[in-house]
């Protein structure tokens, strides 16, 4: 399956720990974006990545989180601190380039819970 | 507020029947897509409409898009129960043609 790969599926913090989710884009994609979905509602932009560059970080609250697309491995979405308002399902998409007429490929999503 | 907002929030229809999601959405496009995500899921890419067309079609699913009425419809014709998931808009807007703004979903339950 060469689809968007994201892991874990189900991640369980206490409060004032770390997550970190990772997604690896489908082959041959370069451009990365994560989406937060809480539940009963649709999907939220978070951070637009290209390899070892940010693009686009306004959807993504400007403390404890943080996002890196490496020139090697897969992309991460780091939330430091994580309160009981961060459990949400979180998306990974890719695409191979930047066109409007380009879908945006999602993985399955990793699934955080707070304690 | 959301870019986009489906309607209805809920469907149930029988099995053969055809269901009619609708979104609304409140800025200029590049275009329009819409999605299905299956419980706990991610989400499958269904069909994406540009600015400057009016309908299009893939297999059972229809898509109009009326830009004077900033609305979109997806019909899904001769349903089944694997149809049964939820239905999101989401648009490409001018300036930031990367960034999907999604609508809430209309979550179709297509009894057997």
């Known amino acids: 399956n060469a689809g968007v790969m994201q892991n874990p599926r189900h991640l369980v913090r206490r409060r004032g720990q770390e997550a970190r989710l990772r997604c690896s884009p489908m082959k041959g994609h370069s451009h990365v974006y994560w989406y937060r979905q809480l539940p009963e509602e649709g999907l939220k932009f978070m951070v637009y990545?290209?390899?070892?560059?940010?693009?686009?970080e306004s959807g993504m609250p400007k403390e404890r989180f943080s996002a890196e697309f490496p020139k090697e491995g897969p992309s991460i979405l780091r939330i430091q601190q994580v309160v009981r308002g961060d459990s949400a399902a979180y998306f990974c998409?890719?695409?191979?380039?930047?066109?409007?007429?380009?879908?945006?490929?999602f993985g399955d999503g990793t699934r955080l819970s707070i304690l | 507020s959301q870019q986009g907002e489906e309607d209805p929030q809920a469907l149930s229809i029988q099995e053969g029947e055809n269901a009619t999601m609708n979104c609304s959405y409140k800025t200029s496009i590049n275009n329009l897509q819409w999605y299905r995500q299956n419980s706990g899921r991610g989400l499958v890419h269904l069909i994406l409409?540009?600015?400057?067309?009016r309908e299009k079609h893939s297999g059972r699913l229809r898509v109009t898009l009326d830009t004077s009425k900033k609305s979109s419809s997806l019909l899904i014709t001769a349903s089944r129960a694997a149809d049964t998931a939820s239905y999101f808009c989401a648009t490409s807007v001018m300036d930031s043609s990367y960034k999907l703004i999604f609508g809430s979903g209309t979550r179709l339950l297509v009894r057997p």
């Open positions: 998409a890719s695409s191979p380039e930047l066109r409007s007429l380009q879908p945006q490929h």
């Open positions: 409409i540009r600015s400057n067309e």
């Open positions: 990545l290209q390899k070892e560059n940010i693009i686009d």
